[in-house]
């Protein structure tokens, strides 16, 4: 049976997440008075130290992977005064991750590169959140070195020759689709698109991340474009 979404479980109707950036995301529950922030790389801060400077009490919690997920659920429900709701959710998260790791046993290892960025060509590194779910999924990431979202060439994306390209990139000008089209593998039709950022976000969605990544791995059928 495929994992249910956390994201809509009885705990965390309560509360409502907002992303901002896929770099940084804010988010503020329905019970007025508290505000919280989860951030990758510290591009919220401007906007969390507004509002705490109006004098709204703020939880700002840093978020890179899995996790950091699971952490940052225990901490909102601390936050909000039930600790029994975040560590519930923290749990089903864990579990669905656990879950989502065995049903991916049965897949081939596939040497996948994931996009976030056209021009410049940005992939997702080892150290980022969509490198950490396609680790989860048995997909080695080609994507070599410590960053997390680095500046790829063109050349380098040749040379590595991945099974698999997977577009990331959902808001960014059709054009760069042409400089895709050295790729052997998106020549080749082993070319994927994703429909939604929550592999970007680290977050209540992470399930949903994972769901999706998962249906586009070989050999899975390519959904309609």
Known sequence: ARSRSPSSAPEVRSTTWRAGSGRGSTAAPRRPGVAWAAATDGSAARAVKRIAELGVPVLAIP????????????????????????????????????????????????????????????????????????????????????????????????????????????NEPEEGLKKLATFAAVRDGRYRRLKTDAALRPGPKLVAA????????????APPQ
Do not use: C
């Open 210 to 221: 994972l769901e999706e990544l998962f249906g586009l791995l070989p050999p899975h059928p």
């Open 63 to 170: 978020v890179i992977g899995i996790a950091d997920t699971l952490a940052m659920a225990r901490a909102v429900g601390a936050a909000l005064g039930d600790r029994e709701g975040g560590e519930k959710l923290a749990r089903s998260l864990e579990r669905a991750v656990t879950d989502m790791r065995a049903r991916a046993r049965s897949l081939p290892k596939k040497r996948v590169l994931l996009l976030v960025g056209r021009e410049p060509l940005v992939v997702a590194g080892r150290q980022s959140f969509p490198g950490e779910l396609l680790d989860t999924l048995g997909a080695i990431n080609v994507a070599e070195g410590d960053r997390a979202w680095p500046v790829y060439p063109v050349e380098k994306v040749v040379a590595a020759n991945p099974d698999l390209v997977i577009d990331a990139a959902l």
